[in-house]
């Protein structure tokens, strides 16, 4: 029979980008000599441009990320060097994991596969401390595609060698992780560690937790 895989987003669902990279952010907008500004309003508006840019043709992360940073300094009427993107890359070794992360993953560690779908460059996600090592691991640079349009996920499927019927996605992005996953057919768990509404345009989820600790529970439940 092949074997169950549980499939998780990283960033946002393993590890904390949206608090790891506030100060990188708040460094970004001192430089542009604009620190009254909102740091996590200008951090959304600048991840919703990455995520429009997830759907054209394929350029590695960072590239979004800096073109990104551009459209976000003129939303805000800022002149500033895209380039000081490089503050957010470098926060990335200090990226720190929820803590339901370890003791979660190491219940289901040996009972399933444990595979990482992120929307990432390979050398930003290897200096992230994820502390263990992923069966499967599928990242856009690798399948040369993200995730909202189904890319990383066929990734996974071929990659990973791995029956929908048999996979489980785990993630908290509505416009990557359901956008992306369920049209194919793929299982979803919501990680909704915020509380957000879900918007009305989202495929529905099949199961939604504020946490990774009701995972081994699901899986034990699972028929066979």
């Known amino acids: 029979m092949t074997p169950f895989i549980v499939s998780f987003d990283v960033y946002g669902t393993l590890v904390d980008v949206r608090g790891g990279s506030r100060d990188a952010f708040a460094a970004i907008l001192r430089a542009v000599g604009a620190p009254q500004l909102d740091v996590l309003e200008f951090w959304e508006h600048w991840e919703a441009a990455n995520i429009r840019r997830y759907w054209q043709p394929y350029r590695p992360y960072r590239e979004i990320c800096r073109a990104s940073l551009e459209e976000t300094?003129?939303?805000?009427?800022?002149?500033?060097?895209?380039?000081l993107i490089r503050h957010y890359f470098d926060?990335?070794?200090r990226f720190r994991r929820f803590d339901d992360v370890d003791e979660t993953l190491d219940h289901l560690s040996g009972r399933v596969r444990l595979a990482l779908v992120s929307n990432i460059d390979d050398d930003?996600?290897?200096?992230?401390?994820?502390?263990r090592r992923f069966d499967v691991l599928c990242t856009a640079e690798r399948a040369r595609?993200?995730?909202?349009?189904?890319t990383l996920f066929r990734f996974l499927l071929r990659h990973g060698e791995a029956d929908r019927t048999r996979l489980l996605h785990c993630g908290q992005s509505q416009r990557t992780d359901m956008v992306g996953a369920k049209p194919l057919g793929i299982t979803v768990a919501w990680?909704?560690?915020?509380g957000l509404a879900l918007a009305s345009d989202v495929?529905?989820?099949d199961h939604e937790f504020r946490d990774l600790r009701p995972l081994p529970g699901l899986l034990r439940a699972r028929p066979d």
Do not use: C, S
């Open 191 to 194: 990680i909704n560690r915020r």
């Open 145 to 150: 595609g993200y995730k909202p349009d189904g």
């Open 73 to 83: 300094f003129h939303h805000f009427g800022l002149r500033g060097d895209p380039d």
């Open 91 to 93: 926060a990335f070794p």
């Open 124 to 131: 930003l996600l290897a200096v992230t401390e994820l502390g």
């Open 203 to 205: 495929p529905k989820p």
